[in-house]
């Protein structure tokens, strides 16, 4: 098998997936834009050849870098990159070289755009909110009469709560209008819950191989807008009504053969016309990866390796070498963000918390807008000892 790895070297932990695929018996090569030296070295030792082109952007440069692994190793099998960002260059260049075994075009309009995944949500019986394309404010008053306010706006097309904002009344409202940037952006009506993913793997019939779940008590949005220090866990046990609706949206949006994170709202009190107070309602679907380190979150959590579930999928479409009964711990993430003072210093906290270190490092500029600028992940067995860990690195002097 033929398997190319669009920027294998970013996050950096992301060189483990070509380290599965090669364990697999694959043939690895890699496009990425950095210079061959500055890859991991782990990295290096498993891929077949890589090749370097100057703005993975440009998209000729890489159907070259397609072209020449093609003539170099022949018909290419796979292509992915697990990364948000270069999702629809990785489904434009499988049209292109007629790569069969992953999403094209067509799949990921639906599931890049928010307006179009509402479709997909509907066909899973999942309820979504009410939406509105911006155009016009005259345009947006009727919906905003029928929804009430505040309002959240959002382009349709993004990655993450980047240029995403709630606004509170008139003012912003109109604040928002003479500033519209030049991107469609869709309006939908406040929900009041607490965001939870279904992340997973899911073979070729669109069924999750593996699958857990992430919990995030402060909403990301949140977090981005007011400069703030986000915290979140890989959840010890993913309960039955979140795991029935997260199978059924995987089959609805006909994801196969992929990673996946879907994100809900769990109710935090009852909405008319979308469902009770614990119920869950549709925010959007991420046909990758959950962002940052959380692979690793994913791993520690639940005692397995979700890049070898991943590899396993990928050669074989099923389970190789993982067993799903081992022991589940919560995983949780605290991030703290240069030039805010906190009550616990660096030495503190490992000194505290060292021995039960999972992952310990600053997170690259371009992650810490949502994440940070340094990260302390541990194990917890206990909500007790997972919101003490999250009180002690956040807390302000």
Known sequence: MNFV????HFPK???????RLRRNGANVLGIGDAPYAEIPAPLRTVLTEY????DMANYDAMVRAMGYFTHRYGKIDWVESNNEYWLEQDAALRTDFNITTGAKSDFIERIKLKSRMKESYRAAGVPVARHHMVSTLEAALPFIEQVGYPVIVKPD???GAEATYKLCDRGELEEFYRHLPPTQYIMEEFISGTIVSFDGVADSRCVPLFYTSNYFPTPIMDIVNTNG??????????????????????????AKS??????????????PGLGKAGDYVALEVNMRPA?????????????????????????FDELRSQRLNLPHYYCVYAGRRDGKHYAHSHEEILSAYGSRMKMCDRIPDA??????????????????ERDAFIRFVHERA
């Open 5 to 8: 790895f669009v920027s294998p």
């Open 13 to 19: 932990t992301y060189w483990n997936f070509c380290d």
């Open 51 to 54: 090749y370097r082109v100057d």
């Open 157 to 159: 097309n993004g990655c």
């Open 229 to 254: 220090d986000l915290c979140y866990w890989t959840q010890k046990e993913v309960p039955a009504a979140l795991r029935d609706v997260g199978f059924r949206t995987i089959k609805a949006f006909g």
């Open 258 to 271: 992929r990673f996946f994170h879907c994100e809900f709202f769990r109710l935090n009190a009852d909405k």
């Open 291 to 315: 962002g940052g380190y959380t692979p690793d979150m994913i791993n520690f959590a639940n005692s397995v390796d979700c890049y070898q579930i991943w590899a396993d999928m990928v050669c």
């Open 367 to 384: 992650l810490a807008l949502d994440l940070g600028n340094q990260m302390y992940v541990i194990n917890a067995d206990t909500e007790a």
